[in-house]
């Protein structure tokens, strides 16, 4: 049963874990738009698109976010209770920090679900479907042939120019068309707007026209006919787009138990992305050990080092497996050496800092960080002292 300490706790967790969930996603989010604006521009795919690809986007992110939100929510919950003389009164009453952390491993738990169900399972699909959309983009399957502001030939002596594309390119705003024949005829169209729809019989793209002007010229007369129209549609032939892979051709597409049920496989991909998944998962438990160490703090310091050198250490741990998953997928490395080695020296990195906080005399873990610190910043103050009066 939870105490009314333990409830305490985890309210002073929750709160900061979900706030640095939420600002941390959209942070990754936000960058890596600005890149997915300026492809789909680039390649005249529909700007909607952007949404998807970033909603794709969110799985992919969450094997950093959720350790992250873990460590900073623990952290500074911790922070608060030194800060407000709050651990003091725990402390001296015999709640020890083993106990500290009993309930932030409740949340610990809950994540590593989390976290499996998202990377085994949900990850892979969404991989491939951000896969499948950029493929898409490029290949114009999404209409990305049509670019606004731009002549685009269509084939078969068809330009294609228009002005504006609304509702992911099914709405096409002053439009400009023209068609010469083998035979020197010479059609120009020109549209208020006008939208795509594939014919009954799948052999033909129609672009439907409306309120426009065409002008059919013939070199043999000579002389153009003039026609105004309210509707007048216009045949096209339908590409022949080419057919993006199936799922599961690489390691990181398939699910855990896919990946399970291929483990017997010749192939290092799948044995390195089990190790990975396996260590990525098992690390959010650690989490905990290494944020209360880093969460105590000075009173009269307050400093938030703790935080800094937090963050640094679980993103180099994130790149180090991201760069023994590459390593180890193309079977030069063992798993057991890039994967495995990194996250036992993580494993031992948070258990030196959590024996410091628990069990050592005014345990600060980064006491000594801190002094090179204030040394260091003392040295420069004074440095700069100098040369003003030398100035």
């Known amino acids: 049963m939870l105490k009314k300490i333990d409830k305490y706790i985890l309210r002073e967790t929750i709160v900061p874990l979900l706030v640095t969930l939420g600002i941390s996603a959209l942070l990754l989010l936000l ?45 500074l919950a911790v922070r608060k209770l030194a800060l407000n003389s709050e651990l003091d009164a725990l402390l001296a009453t015999g709640f020890s920090l083993n106990r500290l952390v009993q309930p932030t491993l409740y949340i610990a738990l809950f994540l590593l679900v989390v976290n499996v169900i998202v990377v085994g399972f949900v990850q892979p ?19 990305a042939s049509i670019k606004a502001g731009e002549f685009n030939d269509l084939g078969d002596g068809l330009t294609l120019r228009i002005e ?28 208020k707007k006008g939208n795509f729809f594939i014919s009954p019989d799948k052999r033909f793209m129609i672009l439907r026209l409306h309120n426009g002007t065409l002008i059919d010229l013939d070199m043999v007369q000579g002389r153009p006919n003039i026609v105004l129209f309210e509707l007048h549609d216009l045949p096209l032939d339908v590409p022949n787009f080419a057919q993006f892979r199936d799922r599961g051709e690489e390691a990181k597409e398939m699910t855990i138990t896919e990946l399970w049920n291929a483990r017997n496989s010749d192939d290092p ?46 993103l180099v741990y994130h790149k180090i497996l991201e760069f023994g998953l590459n390593f180890s997928s193309m079977g030069d490395v063992s798993s057991w050496l890039v994967i495995w080695l990194p996250t036992l020296l993580f494993m031992l990195l948070t258990a030196r800092l959590y024996y410091i906080g628990a069990y050592k005399v005014g345990g600060m873990p980064l006491r000594r960080i801190e002094i090179i610190y204030d040394v260091t910043v003392s040295a420069l103050k004074s440095m700069i002292t100098r040369l003003k009066a030398v100035s």
């Open 269 to 314: 991909a799948v044995i390195a992305t089990i190790h990975s998944r396996t260590a990525r998962a098992l690390s959010i438990l650690i989490v905990p050990f290494l944020a209360i160490p880093l969460g105590l703090v000075a009173k009269r310091s307050g400093r938030a080092l703790g935080i800094t050198v937090g963050v640094v250490i679980l």
């Open 31 to 75: 960058e890596k738009m600005l890149s997915l604006f300026d492809f789909v521009i680039n390649q005249g795919g529909p700007i909607d698109i952007v949404w998807r690809m970033l909603g794709n986007l969110m799985p992919q992110y969450l094997t950093l976010v959720l350790p992250l939100s873990m460590f900073l929510g623990v952290l």
């Open 164 to 191: 504006e594309s609304r509702e992911s390119g099914r709405e096409l705003i002053d439009i400009f068309a023209q068609k010469e024949s083998d035979d020197g005829r010479i059609q120009s169209i020109s549209a």
């Open 125 to 143: 699909y969404s991989r491939y479907t951000y896969q499948e959309l950029v493929f898409d983009i490029r290949s114009g399957a999404l209409g």
